[in-house]
Structure formats: C-alpha cells, structure tokens
C-alpha cells in the first residue's frame, strides 16, 4: 500500500498541460476549431484529450452529429479546469510584469577615483540606455559601507570581503610602489622593496589600519618615515603626485597620471581580485540581475576601468 502511495505521488495523474485542450472542445465543440484556436492540428487534440481521459479514467466529451458535447463528468470538470487556467495566466503575468518592473534605483558604492573612470568610460551610460527606467546611484566612501543593513545595494570591491554576500570576480587589483618625476629627481628612487626604508613613505591613516597596504608598508619598511597619512585611496595620489615621499596605488590610477613613474611592482601581497557584491536577499532581484548581468557582460570594458 505504501509503495502504491508513493507511485502515485512520483507520477501524476496527468498531465496539467492537456487541460488547455479540453478547455479548448469545450469552448469550440470541434477539434478543428480547437486545434485552429491553439495553433495545433485537429489530430493533435484528439490524441491529447483521449491521453487525458485515459489518465484520468473517465470520458469527458462525446461526439454527436453537432460536434463535441461534455459528458457530466466533463461538465463537473470544467469549473476546475478554468480555475488552474485562470492561476496559470496570473503566473505568467506576473512573470511578465517582473521583466517589465525594471525601475528605480542602484546604489553603488565604489572607491571614488573608480567612480569617475565609469562614469567617464560610457559604461553607465550605456546600462541607462538599455534600461532608462533604472538609474545607477553611486555612493562613494572608502570606508566598506555594509550591503547587508541596506546602506547600498551594491559594491565594486577588492580586498577582503563578507562571506555572506554573493558576487563575481570581474577583474584583478594590481597595486605597485609609484614616486613622482620631481621626486625622483632630487631623491633617487627605491632599486628593490629593501631599499623603501630610506624614503619617505605616503600611506592610510589610522581608519584604514587594516587595509592590505598598510599591513605590507609595515612590514617591509617598518623603520621608515610616514611623510604623508590619508584615509582615501585618492589621496595617496595626490600625495605621491606632490613629491613628498613615494606610496603604493592602483595601477589603474598610478600608471595613469602622467606625472608619475612606477618605481617596484607590481607587488604581489597587494593584488586582490575585483568582485562585484550583493546580498543575496537582493541577487534575484530584477534591477539587481539587470545590473549584474550587463557589468558581467562588460567584464573586458571594465578590466581597464578597474586595472588600466
């Protein structure tokens, strides 16, 4: 008994497909009209309607002079029927409202010197253009701000991230040692990372410890003197552009300044991989997906926003 329970459960009665087409004789009373009414042919119908009447094991229409008419089971039926139509309209438009629901906004949080380097690229220019109904909002701090209390919805990051938050890699976070032209014409620059001791050194400030270029910078030259602390990544450039030591950038924005020469590097214990982040409440989320979707699809545009 409990076998032939659980085979009734693994296969259904029938097939809820084969509705449509009793409810197609029902309304048509002909299988030519009803095949025409679905796009199908009459022998179509006949076969799928006499598969249903076998499954189910009972007939449901008889044919008469006048074309089709419903048995009383048929007839009993045919209620229901339009119930489980009806229901499976509702999904489908739900489905279709979903794809057409593509409005409001994304907020996006990014290092800000990445910011203008997309904005500048075309490329959110190009999302808005495939979905004008979505507007990409950017939210700039090089503080990681938190996706899971909503602060954004999401992140462009490198580094070390939240294991409960869901992403992609996009591209790679290349960093190397860089010193301004005027810099190295009066003091000389570094010939291996032992030698950085002797200069002077710009890095983040205390709020930014625990950023991967401050674990190295004390590691490597832990008797150096700090010339310059800040606590964004856009800061550094302006320091190390301004002469007063040398630091490690993106190679994205050091090698495009033209004042400054890359002196070491790339350095290896500062490469991370660029993911782009959500939380997983929000990843199926159709503005999310759109956003996802189109900077996957522009991961080659993207590799020399993010890396140079």
Not at 67 to 92: H, K, M, N, S, W
Not at 99 to 106: A, R, T
Not at 240 to 262: M, N, Q
């Amino acid at each position: 008994m409990r076998d032939g329970a659980a085979e009734v459960h693994n296969h259904p009665m029938f097939d809820w497909n084969d509705l449509k087409y009793f409810l197609a004789l029902a309304r048509h009373h002909s299988t030519i009209a009803a095949g025409k009414a679905l796009g199908l042919s009459q022998s179509t119908v006949h076969r799928r309607l006499s598969e249903l009447e076998r499954r189910i094991g009972h007939q449901l229409v008889t044919r008469q002079t006048t074309g089709y008419r419903l048995t009383e089971f048929g007839e009993q039926l045919l209620p229901y029927a339009e119930r489980v139509e009806a229901a499976i309209a509702d999904v489908e438009r739900r489905v279709a409202d979903t794809e057409h629901d593509l409005s409001g906004v994304i907020r996006v949080t990014c290092p800000e010197p990445i910011v203008f380097r997309m904005t500048q690229s075309g490329l959110i220019e190009r999302f808005h253009s495939l979905y004008p109904k979505l507007r990409v909002a950017f939210v700039t701090s090089d503080r990681y701000l938190d996706l899971s209390k909503g602060e954004v919805d999401v992140a462009f990051r490198s580094g070390d991230t939240d294991d409960e938050l869901v992403g992609r890699k996009i591209a790679d976070s290349i960093w190397a040692v860089y010193a301004s032209r005027d810099y190295i014409e009066r003091h000389g620059k570094p010939e291996r990372v032992e030698d950085m001791s002797a200069h002077p050194l710009v890095g983040f400030d205390e709020t930014l410890s625990k950023h991967r270029t401050a674990t190295w910078l004390r590691d490597v030259a832990p008797d150096a003197r700090m010339a310059a602390r800040n606590n964004s990544v856009l800061g550094l450039v302006y320091a190390v552009k301004s002469g007063v030591g040398i630091g490690p950038l993106p190679t994205a924005l050091g090698d495009a300044e033209p004042d400054l020469v890359r002196v070491l590097g790339p350095i290896p214990e500062l490469s991370r991989s660029w993911r782009l982040l959500t939380h997983p409440d929000l990843r199926r989320t159709p503005r999310i997906a759109a956003f996802f979707d189109f900077i996957i699809g522009e991961r080659d545009a993207l590799k020399s926003i993010l890396t140079g």
